[in-house]
């Protein structure tokens, strides 16, 4: 079962299509992040899903919000992937212990060996504000994501005095 919105994100660490290694803590106190976690790199479901947010990338630039995506795949792969499509963002490779950080999050499908299409927008204090999850032939839209975002701006939102 997925994680629910309010818990707080399980951290981790895993290496990036450039082999640099990313704490999901590193991001407390400093920015929000969305993780995307997608089956398999270069399937034309996952490579639609994340060109349409490469070509939305700016919705989360505005916001300040850390883009991630988290996928089985090696890291050889996910660069590959990156460098294919251009994608601005970081890929996460949870290929080994295979689809452990999948896991932590409840999205890994252990039948087929990879997670299900599952996204976690995570406040700066690291806590799930909002969560969009479909079955792995079922691409998210844009739309979801302009409405995490606006919930998660709602509860960063100064309140105004007077």
């Not at 349409?52 to 300040?64: E, K, P, Y």
Request: charged fraction near 25%; aromatic fraction near 10%; glycine fraction near 8%.
């Amino acid at each position: 079962m997925a994680l629910e919105i309010g818990s707080l994100a399980p951290d981790f660490e895993l290496p990036n299509q450039f082999g640099e290694h990313v704490r999901l803590s590193d991001f407390r106190g400093v920015r929000p992040v969305a993780l995307v976690f997608f089956p398999l790199a270069f399937s034309s479901g996952c490579t639609n899903e994340l060109c349409t947010l490469q070509d939305n990338i700016a919705m989360f630039q505005d916001q300040r919000v850390e883009l991630i995506g988290i996928s089985v795949d090696s890291k050889a792969t996910l660069r590959s992937f990156a460098d294919t499509h251009g994608y601005d963002f970081e890929l996460l490779a949870d290929f080994w212990p295979h689809g452990a950080v999948s896991k932590e999050y409840g999205v890994f499908l252990d039948k087929k060996g990879f997670a299900t299409r599952a996204t976690f927008v995570i406040d700066v204090q690291g806590r799930i504000k909002a969560s969009i999850i479909t079955e792995p032939g079922l691409q998210r839209d844009v739309a979801e994501y302009r409405e995490a975002l606006d919930r998660l701006a709602a509860c960063t939102a100064p309140v105004p005095v007077g």
